[in-house]
């Protein structure tokens, strides 16, 4: 049985939930920290009463018109199949107990250790978490799978790294196997939310679209 960090929905959003993209000051987690408690996620994937939190990661590199986000096209047949297929701006994923005895608990907290964690299991990077930026937050009811989830969304500058950017992409390639990956330019990313509008006639989950129109 696997277990994963929740949240009681009436708790996150006391009145109705807000839907889109959160700012940082709209959702204080820090003050709910005593609301927040490890439960299986077999059931809390079909209960939208509660939120699983997850940290959303965008990697990106450069500045001003020089900025790019590393996107990559989930393969078809996904781990999680309501999102196989599509395209995606973020990596991330739950928070599990283990986490709790990651030695950066102490200096950064629960969520960015998680993050941390994620990142190098999905990504084989280590940029270190001085690279991570806090963004917002995502919260979507549109969709199955995203009406269980809170996203916490953080933008990781990856500048610090050594490496071309297609050698940083090879990495992540070898290591979160997508279908396909690449570095896409923050300017033309917004053009790409709709429906087919992403590379070769492909879509943006969810997630995405909102994490871009509130990131870009």
């Known amino acids: 049985m696997r277990s994963i960090l929740v949240i009681e ?22 003050s709910l920290n005593d609301r927040l408690f490890f439960a299986e ?103 199955d799978v995203s009406s269980v989830h809170f996203g916490v969304v953080y933008r990781i500058d990856l500048d610090t790294l050594a490496g071309c950017d297609e050698a940083l992409l090879e990495k992540v390639s070898a290591q979160s196997e997508p279908h396909q990956a690449r570095w896409i330019s923050s300017a033309a990313l917004p053009g790409m939310v709709a429906p087919e509008a992403a590379p070769e006639g492909g879509s943006f989950e969810d997630w995405s679209r909102i994490a871009i129109a509130g990131v870009l």
């Open 9 to 30: 929905r009436k708790h996150l959003f006391p009145g109705l939930s807000p839907q889109g993209f959160l700012r940082p000051g709209d959702v204080d987690l820090d």
């Open 41 to 143: 996620r077999e059931y809390m994937e079909i209960n939208s009463h509660y939120k699983q939190v997850i940290p959303y990661l965008m990697l990106m590199r450069g500045t001003g018109e020089d900025a790019r986000v590393l996107c990559y096209q989930r393969k078809v047949k996904h781990t999680e199949q309501r999102l196989g297929g599509l395209w995606s701006v973020g990596f991330g994923g739950h928070i599990e107990p283990i986490d709790r005895t990651d030695a950066l608990v102490a200096t950064h907290g629960l969520l960015i250790a998680s993050a941390m964690r994620e990142l190098v299991e999905e990504t084989g990077l280590e940029p270190g978490a001085d690279a991570l930026r806090a963004c917002g937050f995502i919260n979507s009811d549109g969709q």
